[in-house]
């Protein structure tokens, strides 16, 4: 249910990516999940920003994101969850130097003052539960990479804040680059 006190409007989300095999074995996770639980299936992704839905503001970004940075290697720290519809279940990231500057590349190339802060996860699960099944859910699955790989960004038209199933599905991604080695 969508709370009618919360103001929602569309927004521009900027993903990282995992390459294979994160990817593949973070996908099978969320499959296997929504199908358990009744929930909505998502590409998997880290929101590194999230701002204003404005015109070309995501192509420079990008463009920005493309010619500064380059693939990022994570570590994972802890499986956590929340009563956030968004973090229901998810896997929680170190913050590194180069993730902060990738996000101020995209903050700054998009030129928004968004409040947004980087809180670096990548969600596995969106579904309202009972607190005592998201406790036995963190307990049951395991980060399955020690290093997770990042190779491509993408700009996400979605709702914010997503609330629901019908949110979720109506995230139409609107332009993607790959990040490149150096």
């Given at each position: 249910m969508v709370s009618p006190l919360v103001s929602r409007r569309t927004v521009t989300a900027y993903w990282l990516i995992p390459t294979e095999p994160a990817y593949c074995s973070f996908q099978g996770i969320i499959n296997d999940l929504a199908g358990r639980y009744d929930a909505p299936v998502f590409e998997p992704h880290m929101t590194i920003y999230v701002g204003a839905d404005r015109g070309d503001a995501a192509s420079r970004a990008l463009g920005d994101a493309v010619h500064e940075c380059t693939r990022i290697t994570l570590n994972p720290t802890q499986i956590d969850q929340s009563e956030e519809f968004t973090k229901t279940l998810f896997v929680e990231f170190a913050l590194t130097t180069q993730l902060r500057q990738l996000n101020e590349v995209?903050?700054?190339?998009?030129?928004?003052?968004?409040?947004?802060?980087?809180?670096?996860?990548?969600?596995?699960?969106?579904?309202?539960?009972?607190?005592?099944?998201?406790?036995?859910?963190?307990?049951?699955?395991?980060?399955?990479?020690?290093?997770?790989?990042f190779g491509a960004i993408k700009a996400v038209h979605c709702i914010s804040p997503t609330q629901s199933r019908a949110d979720v599905e109506a995230w139409r991604v609107i332009e993607a680059v790959s990040l490149c080695d150096r």
């Open positions: 995209i903050r700054n190339a998009a030129n928004d003052s968004s409040q947004y802060e980087l809180k670096p996860h990548l969600s596995l699960l969106y579904k309202k539960l009972a607190a005592e099944t998201r406790h036995d859910l963190t307990a049951s699955i395991k980060v399955p990479h020690r290093d997770v790989p």
